[in-house]
């Protein structure tokens, strides 16, 4: 007797590539295309736990873009919108394979920076934020120009839990936005205390 197995083989693959979208999605932002902040999270949570182990280097960057609201008053909610696609569209350009960028919320966006040190994210971030502050997003023949606020935290023994991190990387930003936003601030263990 001979089975042809065809349909069931072919079923099969269609039904792995189906729960393989279906895993994209879940883990995926519909807006930006990045990581959604759920999945995010779990990165957030693998590298603060590599650390815990082996006391390796890693940085967090938050990003928040500058003014938001008064794009919305100004322009609308869909040009909001293009500004956060455009927005994460460079960020996701701007990345090694290794980083885990996703939406934090709103207008906000995180990244966990494997192997790197503070100063490095640094260095990152101000070249990430001269090449926002230097594009302009088109929306219905307007030309709208957006900076973004940037603050970074490499993690150390003053760090003692991911939410501690995401806290003094939040500290860092909420500081760049007193200095007149459009810069970066590296958070230091010292200003933690």
Known sequence: IIYDVTDIAVNKLQLKAANEQLERLSQTDGLTQLHNRRHWQQCLEHEFDLYARYSGMASLV??????????????????????????????????????CVG?????????????????DALNFTERLRERIADSTIVYEGLKIKVTVSLGVCEIGKHITSSSGW????????YE??????????????????
Do not use: W
């Not at 938050?62 to 008053?73: E, P, R, V, Y």
């Not at 709103?106 to 100063?119: D, K, Q, S």
């Not at 995401?166 to 930003?173: F, T, Y």
């Open 176 to 193: 760049a936005k007193q200095k007149g936003r459009n810069c970066s601030i590296l958070h230091t263990a010292q200003t933690s205390a």
């Open 103 to 119: 939406r934090y919320g709103g207008e906000e966006f995180a990244v966990v920076m494997p192997n790197t040190c503070g100063a």
């Open 62 to 99: 938050m990003i928040d873009i500058d003014h938001f609201k008064n794009i919305n008053d100004t322009y609308g909610h869909v040009a909001g919108d293009k500004v956060i696609q455009h927005i994460a569209h460079i960020l996701s350009h701007s990345l090694r394979e290794t980083d």
């Open 166 to 173: 995401i806290s003094c990387s939040d500290k860092a930003l």
